[in-house]
């Protein structure tokens, strides 16, 4: 019994032996792999026999045989490996084209694995991987470089490595000696498998370096499919454990999570080089902030070049920007422990700023999905400080300047200095603006509009009061020289010249900005800005205009006497107008010497209206005496040489229109009975706020008018006006004379009533500054 016990368990061993045998048989080896052309001759000595099948559709065939409720999912493997086939001999063509073919790896049997057959098939298979492997290693050398061996490589170990599982699962139920001498054949393969899963994790790191080559399409493109082919094969081996086969004896695929793997290697990659960057530079905090500045670069090509070639499930634009973000803040977090100075906390405000501008405006992503902030909700904070920080020193350089140029403007010990287009100015406004220029050109580097609308706000609220300042000294020291006369004007003038010369140059400073800014601000920024710097140049031209009417002030302090003496007997006997117009020449010259354009232009329009108003204040004088006609003739006489004085530096028609006020008085001057109704009506319609009760003032001083006629052309005067409506139109020269009573009238201040109206012409002639006859500011330098 025994006996035969023991014959049938052998005959049961030598069938299951043979059906072992005959399994194995079935499952055996076909690689197809090119080798370099230096390997040639080699490969021909490699025989082939010619009765082994293709592994691929022996593999394929044995996995579908398991069960048809299958055939579905094994379709796709095959389709899959056939892409991966195809896909090789596409894009691998110039690599494929230069090696010979290996066909068939003879079937390793585990019934045979000590024979000589076995080790022959064992060593071709080794001389195979190690072709791969050589393939491999060239490209290894140019790890940055192209390389069109990749998809084949991997698409011929992928045909080894299931070779391998099938082969083991078949011999699952041999022995522990024979299962481990296969494992030792396969040993090498193994070792590949490794080296080639190092090598793909290498070209994962550099990503970015790759897609600046140019090999996104290339290898990146390879990498993506290899990861997409594993992760279908960890998928198929995930269902095979989860089904209903019994395979739970057999060896399976090692799930190998390249997905996974891929990220992890790519994000340890990113914190690599945020570290490298971090030790290099760590001793600096703003060159450290400013070689952060890669990562927009990186970001950008990472949208453009790289996210197009991996799924749309991969998110790999996101896992980058989320990956980037955590370094960055991790570099922030060390800047600010280090207790950064005031530059760099401007310098980190303001990159800040630009990256979350950045990442909304380039890679869609809001400043609030992104966490941590990265300066951790302190911006604010740090944006008031520094506002509080540029205050206080704005303010200190303004008092410092100021007290210096206050000194010399009140002292005037010597001249101003002349520039090299020979014209004076204050040594303290060019530092000032140089200063504030600084400060603003500091934070417009931080691209934090918010910052640079705080810090423009500061300075132009100490540029304010600077101009406050100044038009009060002007003031100051007018009364000072009218309290004083025996002090020379000539010190002042020139230090009043400089003064407004500087406001000029603030103006042009502030019209850059305001260029500057209206072409490179975010439309919600712009208005608040432009409104504070508009403001502030209209203040620097106020004072500019201050200064200019000083100068007249002081002129016409000097010409009070010979203005009296028009038109009384004294004018009859000389020439009072000559001395006028010589006055006028000599302080006009020195003006005309010194003087920006833009600022002469002004003063002689002002001179020119100042001349009006004084020559018709002088018509109603006390001591006038209007002797006819002779008067007439002598009164244009001195018009004409006045229009010769201004014709020099006026255009012949703005120079009539100001005179005409003149010339039609004159007109008016000579009427008579008979037709003072139709020269008041040409008077009124031209000068509709011109007083009656001036024009009465004037005819009563002529000496050819008795008490009776007065009365008649009174009378005519009267019922004339009393036709006309009340005027309500443009206000005239005449707005600035008051009557006080029939016998006398009185002009207001002269400078004061006349500004708002010399501001409003201010304002319009930056609006027409191309009109050839008026020059503008902006040219102040020609």
């Not at 081996?237 to 399976?252: C, F, G, P, V």
């Not at 001249?415 to 204050?426: A, F, I, W």
Request: charged content about 25%; proline content about 3%; overall charge neutral.
């Amino acid at each position: 019994m025994e006996s035969t016990n023991e014959n049938n368990n052998e005959n049961s061993k030598g069938v299951r032996k043979l059906k072992l045998k005959k399994m194995l048989k079935d499952s055996y080896t076909l690689l197809k792999v090119d080798v370099t052309m230096k390997n040639i001759e080699k490969m021909k000595d490699v025989r082939i026999k010619p009765k082994l099948k293709s592994y691929l559709d022996v593999s394929l065939e044995k996995l579908s045989g398991s069960s048809t409720k299958h055939n579905k999912q094994n379709i796709t493997i095959k389709e899959n490996m056939q892409t991966i086939n195809n896909s090789c001999l596409e894009e691998q063509q110039p690599t494929i084209n230069r090696l010979p073919n290996f066909n068939k790896v003879p079937q390793i049997n585990h019934n045979d694995v000590g024979t000589k057959e076995t080790f022959e098939q064992v060593q071709e298979m080794h001389q195979l991987i190690n072709q791969l492997q050589e393939i491999l290693e060239q490209d290894e050398k140019n790890l940055f470089g192209p390389t069109n061996n990749l998809l084949f490589i991997h698409n011929h170990l992928s045909k080894l490595e299931l070779s391998r599982d099938n082969t083991m699962q078949e011999a699952s139920n041999a022995s522990q000696i024979v299962i481990d001498k296969l494992q030792s054949y396969f040993n090498r393969l193994d070792e590949f498998s490794h080296y080639f899963t190092n090598y793909l994790w290498k070209l994962s790191k550099i990503l970015i370096p790759l897609a600046k080559n140019g090999h996104a399409s290339t290898i990146i493109s390879s990498i993506v499919k290899i990861i997409e082919f594993e992760e279908d094969a960890d998928e198929r081996a995930e269902y095979q454990r989860d089904s209903n086969l019994e395979i739970t004896k057999k060896r399976l695929r090692v799930i190998k999570s390249y997905r996974t793997n891929f990220l992890i290697q790519l994000d340890n990659s990113i914190v690599n080089l945020f570290e490298e960057k971090f030790q290099k530079y760590r001793d600096s905090s703003t060159q450290l902030l400013n070689k952060l500045d890669f990562i927009f670069d990186d970001l950008i090509l990472v949208k453009d070049e790289i996210n197009p070639f991996f799924p749309s499930n991969y998110n790999i634009i996101l896992f980058f920007i989320l990956a980037y973000h955590r370094n960055v803040y991790k570099f922030i977090k060390e800047i600010l422990k280090n207790d950064p100075d005031t530059k760099t906390n401007l310098s980190l405000i303001g990159w800040v700023r630009r990256y979350y501008t950045f990442m909304e405006k380039k890679m869609y992503i809001n400043e609030n999905l992104m966490e941590p902030n990265l300066l951790g909700g302190q911006e604010q904070s740090m944006i008031d400080d520094y506002l509080d920080l540029i205050r206080n020193k704005v303010q200190e350089w303004k008092t410092n300047l100021m007290e210096s140029n206050i000194k010399e403007f009140t002292q005037r010990q010597k001249r101003p200095e002349l520039d090299s287009k020979n014209l004076v100015g204050l040594p303290g406004a060019p530092i000032f603006i140089s200063m504030i220029r600084q400060q603003i050109d500091l934070v417009i580097e931080s691209e934090n509009y918010q910052l640079l609308t705080g810090v423009i706000n500061v300075c132009c609220v100490i540029m304010l009061e600077v101009q406050e300042i100044w038009i009060n000294l002007l003031k100051s020291e007018l009364q000072r020289h009218l309290d004083n006369q025996e002090e020379c004007e000539d010190e002042l003038i020139i230090y009043i010249i400089a003064l407004a010369n500087d406001q000029l140059g603030f103006a042009d400073f502030i019209d850059i900005l305001l260029k500057q800014f209206t072409s490179s601000l975010p439309e919600e920024f712009i208005k608040n800005i432009t409104n504070m710097l508009n403001n502030t140049m209209d203040g620097f031209l106020n004072v500019a205009t201050s200064a200019i009417n000083t100068i007249l002030d002081i002129i016409f302090n000097d010409l009070k006497k010979p203005f009296r003496e028009l038109h009384t007997a004294k004018w009859y006997k000389g020439n009072i107008m000559a001395v006028i117009v010589l006055t006028l020449e000599d302080y006009t010259e020195e003006c005309h010497s010194y003087l920006k354009p833009y600022n002469f232009y002004n003063l002689i329009i002002d001179m020119l209206n100042r001349f009006v108003i004084a020559y018709i204040e002088s018509m109603r004088n006390k001591a006038v005496k209007f002797r006819m006609p002779h008067c007439i003739d002598k009164m244009r006489q001195d018009i004409h040489s006045i229009s010769e004085f201004f014709g020099q530096y006026i255009g012949t028609q703005e120079l009539n229109s100001q005179l005409d006020v003149i010339n039609k008085l004159h007109d008016f001057l000579g009427t008579t009975i008979e037709l003072v109704y139709l020269d008041y009506y040409s008077l009124r319609r031209a000068y509709g706020d011109v007083p009656r009760k001036y024009l009465k003032i004037i005819l009563s001083k002529r000496d050819d008018l008795d008490i009776i006629k007065m009365k008649r052309i009174n009378k005519i005067l009267k019922a004339k006006a009393a036709e006309v409506r009340e005027y309500n139109g443009k206000q005239t020269v005449f707005s600035k004379i008051i009557i006080k009573d029939p016998e006398g009238t009185e002009l207001k201040d002269l400078q004061e009533p006349f500004q708002p109206f010399h501001n409003m012409r201010l304002r319009s002639l930056r609006r027409k500054k191309k009109k050839k006859t008026r020059p503008s500011f902006h040219d102040q330098n020609s």
